[in-house]
């Protein structure tokens, strides 16, 4: 089983919370996690992954453009694939404002992708804290224990 963790991070602070969410993802014995920068991820690694979580900045209050970059990259050649449909996947968000507008960006093209939201979106205002770093770790865990558990 593996979860694909993507991130596009500028500053390293969205890094840094992708990292965060890796580390309590890998902690999970059976399950492998893959941490990837968004313009590097393709459509086979997301029908490869058993559950994915998009961490993004929110540039203008939207998701940063190698987020949406990733999304017209490969949404033709997944919106159809019954390998897609309900997978499940969660948020993270770097926000200098609110966040919502980017989350709801991100939240209406997976819509159109089928996917499974399985665990609320976190997101984290300003500069990132060690309590922004512990939800994307516990966010993390959660995902991969649900997966080894069968239940997402």
Do not use: W
């Not at 993004?56 to 017209?72: T, W």
């Not at 499974?116 to 979106?121: A, E, S």
Request: glycine share 8%.
């Amino acid at each position: 089983m593996e979860v694909l963790i993507v991130f596009h991070s500028q500053t390293g602070n969205t890094e840094k919370l992708a990292e965060s969410c890796a580390k309590g993802a890998s902690e999970t014995e059976g399950v492998r996690t893959v941490l990837k920068r968004a313009n590097l991820v393709s459509a086979e690694d997301i029908r490869r992954a058993k559950a994915i979580v998009i961490c993004s900045p929110e540039y203008f209050g939207y998701m940063a453009g190698a987020i949406k970059d990733l999304f017209d990259r490969t949404f033709e050649t997944l919106k159809d694939d019954p390998q897609v449909h309900k997978k499940p996947y969660a948020v993270i968000i770097s926000a200098g404002n609110d966040g919502s507008q980017a989350l709801l960006s991100i939240e209406r093209i997976i819509t159109g992708l089928k996917f499974k939201k399985v665990q609320n979106p976190v997101i984290c205002k300003g500069r990132v804290t060690e309590e922004d770093l512990k939800k994307c770790y516990e966010l993390g865990k959660t995902i991969s224990e649900g997966l080894k558990l069968g239940i997402f």
